[in-house]
């Protein structure tokens, strides 16, 4: 059965986020891969923040659009433990792990690391640094990894300059414009939060809904 891409179909996504987990987001990055391998067009909008983690799916769309004052790229890796030892032995709690193989545990709270166990944890972050960078060069080789590989962040303008993203937008003007060309499907809406935000967000949402209702052309769907 031989498949068929989909022609001249795009996909928007808006993507807010100051990254997580690397195994949750490398996921993210890969679900949006299979669309885009599939032949489905991915523009991502940050209006606020794509930092760490979300960058590192936001940069496998064929284009990013941000926010002038978003926060873009912090691609570097973190980890942070606090070391409780000294409480446990406080309050008279002993601890004691039991393990097999020599690097099953290194850096815990519960014990000060001595020097091998620190070094192996960097090297392991030094790993997934190396690989995060990998990825960005995979889907952006202009961007320069010495200079933006760092951990720092960028606003959208500084974003646009070095490549990082493609253009200055935000997503509201962005589905407003697609409503006036393109056939829109479907218009998912995701909060339920109450105050000022959220009646932000359901004022625009019944914006956005008059406006496609206005095109005969249009079938929307809000869920």
């Not at 912090?74 to 406080?90: A, F, H, T």
């Not at 070094?119 to 790993?127: E, I, T």
Request: charged letters at 25%; hydrophobic letters at 35%; proline letters at 3%.
């Amino acid at each position: 059965m031989t498949e068929t891409k989909p022609e001249n179909v795009k996909v928007l996504v808006k993507l807010d986020s100051p990254g997580g987990t690397v195994t949750g987001y490398g996921l993210v990055s890969q679900q949006l891969s299979r669309l885009k391998e599939r032949g489905f067009d991915i523009t991502v909008v940050v209006d606020q923040v794509a930092a760490s983690g979300g960058y590192m799916a936001a940069v496998v769309s064929d284009k990013i659009v941000v926010a002038p004052n978003a926060v873009i790229g912090s691609i570097g890796v973190v980890c942070n433990i606090p070391i409780v030892e000294q409480m446990l032995d406080n309050i008279g709690i002993d601890y004691k792990e039991y393990t097999a193989g020599k690097f099953k545990r290194t850096v815990t709270p519960y014990r000060h690391p001595d020097e091998e166990s620190e070094q192996h944890l960097n090297d392991q972050l030094g790993r997934i640094h190396a690989f995060f960078k990998d990825h960005i060069s995979k889907h952006r080789p202009n961007v320069d990894m010495g200079v933006l590989g760092t951990g720092e962040v960028w606003s959208g303008y500084e974003a646009v300059e070095n490549g990082l993203a493609d253009e200055i937008g935000i997503y509201d003007d962005i589905v407003l414009e697609w409503i006036e060309k393109y056939q829109v499907l479907k218009v998912y809406k995701k909060s339920d939060k109450k105050g000022i935000i959220g009646k932000f967000t359901t004022s625009l949402v019944e914006n956005v809904s008059a406006k496609l209702q206005e095109s005969t052309s249009i079938h929307n769907k809000f869920q």
